[in-house]
Structure formats: structure tokens, C-alpha cells
């Protein structure tokens, strides 16, 4: 079993830059896949990028070529990195690590994209 932790959210302008890491205990993150997830006021849950064992990132269209996932086996650690941030980014941000039928999640940092 593992364990999330989520850090490095916060206020920030618009256009402003933001990065997220998930520090994971209990277990190495080099046999899960790993993902972000972010959750805005009265809406789902939704899933922002993805990284597989391999390291290859996916993501959802909203945040192409802004965002970018990647992973850290040595230190054990996820990260997100977001750039040119927009209002609509504002949401708490969720780490999910995945294996087979098991799912692990953190408690959540909370993202605001405001002036």
C-alpha cells in the first residue's frame, strides 16, 4: 500500500506558474501508474494527466501543452508543473496512484488561479 502527499498548491495570478508534487511513502512509485486529478467547486472529479511506468504523460485537451507531468522513481516523488495558469484551473488538485484493481489517493492541495 502507498501513501500521498500532496504539496505546492496555493494562490496565483493568471498566466502565473504553479508545481505541484506528490511525495509517496510505503511503497515505490516505479510500479504504479501515476496521476493528477483536480476537483472544482460542484463539479466531478476530473483527470488532468497521466504518467505511466514508462514515463509517458498523457492529458486532458484543457491543459496541452501547459501543463506537464513527470516522475522522480529516486526520490519517489510526482510532479506537475503548470504554467500560463487560467481562472478555470482553480480546483483542488488530487495525486492517484494506480496498480491493478488498487487505487491510492492523497488528500488534495487547492489550486486558485485569481487577480
Known amino acids: 500500500q502507498v501513501q500521498l502527499v500532496e504539496s505546492g498548491g496555493g494562490l496565483v495570478q493568471p498566466g502565473g506558474s504553479l508545481r505541484l508534487s506528490c511525495a509517496a511513502s510505503?511503497?515505490?512509485?516505479?510500479?504504479?501508474?501515476m496521476g493528477w486529478y483536480r476537483q472544482a467547486p460542484g463539479k466531478q472529479r476530473e483527470l488532468v494527466a497521466v504518467?505511466?511506468?514508462?514515463?509517458?504523460?498523457n492529458y486532458v485537451d484543457s491543459v496541452k501543452g501547459r501543463f506537464t507531468i513527470s516522475r522522480d522513481n529516486a526520490k519517489n516523488t510526482v510532479y506537475l508543473q503548470m504554467n500560463s495558469l487560467k481562472p478555470e484551473d482553480t480546483a483542488v488538485y488530487y495525486c492517484?496512484?494506480?496498480?491493478?484493481?488498487?487505487?491510492?489517493w492523497g488528500q488534495g492541495t487547492q489550486v486558485t488561479v485569481s487577480s
Open positions: 492517484k496512484a494506480s496498480r491493478g484493481p488498487y487505487d491510492y
Open positions: 504518467t505511466f511506468r514508462e514515463g509517458i504523460g
Open positions: 510505503g511503497s515505490t512509485i516505479s510500479i504504479y501508474t
